[in-house]
């Protein structure tokens, strides 16, 4: 592939000219798509999952010929397809951006039949492979560019909401959590909603990263260096942990009340909850677990949360934060007053008070 083609956009001018195409379109396979893909993306594919199945064997077992006249003629039909059912009421001035794999077969044979039809499509040099590169390289001089404001906190103090506060005061936030899809804990899954893969994590990463101005703070919550199944890239994790850190403190009451709220789909799914509290068997023993499992068959919530919070979260945040965040310091703090919408309003520019920008 020659870098001079007209049709062809260097993977270097990525992020930069997303905003001139209509749509970017991944010609990959289903499970592909799944696993990874460039933000906003829509899946077109030219083989489905069983269609490249299918041509890989060809390809290893009879004959990279034999291989190319099957595919083609499945590229062909699948693309005919797209264009009868999903792309044939989009005017001439409709500007597409297409990739595959490596930015070779697949993408080229659409490219060039959309462009033959009389659209501006481009394909993406290096396809998906090209555009992981990037991420991996990004999120590698972000780790260098950024810097991070850290609230801290124990289980429940409220700093998800505080840090969403801070964001609608104008300030630059990075929400960790939600990128992942999960609140950083055994209880952390979202009900009902998976967790991106490794690769989809860091693409959302370096998303939410590309909005951001590198000269400013970021305020990002402490976590821990996996949230869920997923973890955060070894340099990011080490710029973020030697930020400035404030904490963000709670009554045990205002937290028990809040983690009562944020995580009502436990209290209506019981033995889901069961379920996830079975998992610190190995920790805490079997009459232990069994105790918390009888607190959930009789609803007794408040007690429950409490004492996993005293019994479990609380030591496990007291260890940590000193190891892991060296500018910690027990006297730099904020106070939030209850879980009502007013105080974490106040708790969040109390916080933005106390930063130097």
Not at 4 to 23: A, M, Q, T
Not at 92 to 99: K, V
């Amino acid at each position: 592939m020659q870098l001079d083609n007209p049709s062809l956009l260097g993977i270097d001018k990525l992020s930069s000219s997303l905003h001139e195409f209509d749509v970017i379109i991944d010609v990959r396979s289903p499970a592909e798509f799944a696993l990874d893909h460039v933000p906003g993306a829509i899946n077109l594919p030219v083989l489905n999952n069983e269609e490249r199945i299918e041509i890989g064997t060809l390809y290893k077992q009879a004959s990279p010929f034999i291989a190319k006249k099957l595919g083609a003629a499945l590229v062909s039909r699948n693309i005919a397809n797209h264009l009868e059912n999903s792309l044939i009421d989009f005017p001439r001035e409709w500007r597409p951006l297409i990739y595959c794999w490596r930015g070779g077969e697949r993408s080229g044979a659409f490219t060039h039949i959309l462009n033959r039809i009389g659209w501006k499509a481009m394909q993406l040099e290096g396809g998906y492979l090209g555009f992981r590169r990037l991420v991996i390289d990004d999120l590698e001089q972000a780790a260098k560019e950024f810097s991070f404001q850290v609230i801290a906190g124990m289980t429940g103090s409220g700093k998800t909401r505080v840090l969403h506060e801070i964001g609608a005061l104008g300030v630059q936030i990075l929400d960790l959590e939600g990128l992942a899809v999960h609140r950083g804990s055994v209880l952390g899954n979202e009900p009902n909603i998976e967790q991106p893969s490794q690769k989809g994590f860091e693409t959302n990463l370096w998303d939410a990263l590309n909005s951001l101005d590198s000269t400013k703070i970021v305020f990002i919550e402490s976590e821990s260096k996996k949230v869920g199944g997923v973890h955060i890239p070894d340099a990011l994790m080490e710029r973020i942990r030697n930020g400035q850190c404030i904490e963000l403190r709670s009554s045990t009451n205002t937290r028990v009340s809040w983690l009562l709220r944020e995580y009502h789909h436990f209290l209506s799914n019981p033995e889901s909850f069961k379920d996830k509290l079975s998992l610190l068997t190995s920790r805490y023993g079997k009459v232990q677990i069994e105790k918390w499992h009888e607190a959930i068959d009789a609803s007794d919530f408040r007690n429950l949360v409490e004492e996993l919070l005293v019994m479990h979260y609380d030591p496990s945040y007291q260890s940590s934060i000193v190891r892991n965040f060296p500018s910690y310091r027990a006297d730099h703090y904020v106070e939030l007053k209850n879980d009502s919408d007013e105080a974490f309003v106040l708790a969040a520019k109390d916080i933005v008070s106390k930063v130097r920008f």
